[in-house]
């Protein structure tokens, strides 16, 4: 099946501080990729969908200033978390749709997900 | 608005089945998908249904009744590993073709 990764796994910052979360379509390129966040024994919470070569579109209530977007490529989704706080602490989840063609627009996978500690 | 239900937990026996309901209401609908998550990791692909009735998969089967907004997820001959939590999706068509999650199952699988 197809594989998408993350990276970091885990990271640890200091509140004030900017952290990048890098997502990958490692065998499948991905016209659009899906930016998640999780609190523990909660579910996805959607927080912008990513498109290459376009600006993100954000979920009501989430900050685009705060949480920064790039697309730059069909296998390659960035999101930065600038001056991080204590409650930015989750999992998050990235995940990538093939591009069109085959009907492989209707399979959307999921990257194993990097767990984000404020301190 | 968006609104996705489904049970917050459930217990069942190994070798038993299980079904595991889901209720929707969304701006647009173009599909319904189950995942299911172990804790600490990403969710994985289980089912998908676009058309109503049933999709059986193995010891998964998925059903969907669209003027219901209804589905269920039955899973038969169930084993230990199958304790998880099991994420309904929507896909919005209305946007993106983006998945709204609902709250997730948590099933726990007692011998």
């Known amino acids: 099946g197809a594989v998408v990764s993350q990276h970091p796994s885990r990271v640890i910052c200091k509140s004030g501080t900017s952290v990048k979360i890098e997502c990958r379509s490692l065998?499948?390129?991905?016209?659009?990729m899906f930016w998640y966040r999780q609190f523990p024994k909660k579910s996805l919470m959607l927080m912008a969908t990513?498109?290459?070569?376009?600006?993100?579109?954000?979920e009501q209530g989430v900050e685009k200033d705060k949480f920064l977007i790039n697309h730059a490529s069909l296998t390659l989704s960035t999101l930065t978390v600038t001056s991080a706080h204590p409650e930015d602490s989750s999992f998050y989840i990235c995940?990538?749709?093939?591009?069109?063609?085959?009907?492989?627009?209707?399979?959307?996978?999921f990257g194993p997900g990097t767990r984000l500690t404020v301190t | 608005g968006q609104n996705i239900d489904q049970p917050t937990e459930m217990t069942a026996t190994e070798g038993a089945i299980v079904q595991i309901n889901c209720t929707y209401q969304?701006?647009?609908?173009?599909?319904l998908f189950w995942y299911q998550q172990h804790a600490g990791e990403a969710p994985t692909f289980l089912s998908y249904?676009?058309?109503?009735g049933l999709e059986e998969k193995g010891r998964f089967s998925s059903f969907l009744s669209r003027s219901k907004g209804y589905s269920y997820l039955l899973l038969k001959e169930l084993q230990m590993k199958d304790s998880a939590s099991y994420l309904c999706?929507?896909?919005?068509?209305?946007?993106?073709?983006?998945?709204?999650f609902g709250a997730g199952t948590r099933l726990a699988v007692h011998p």
């Open positions: 249904n676009v058309l109503d």
């Open positions: 995940s990538a749709r093939a591009s069109g063609g085959g009907g492989r627009e209707n399979e959307q996978y």
């Open positions: 999706a929507v896909r919005d068509s209305s946007g993106y073709n983006k998945l709204i």
């Open positions: 969304t701006s647009g609908f173009n599909g």
């Open positions: 065998d499948f390129q991905a016209t659009t």
């Open positions: 990513s498109n290459e070569g376009s600006k993100a579109t954000y």
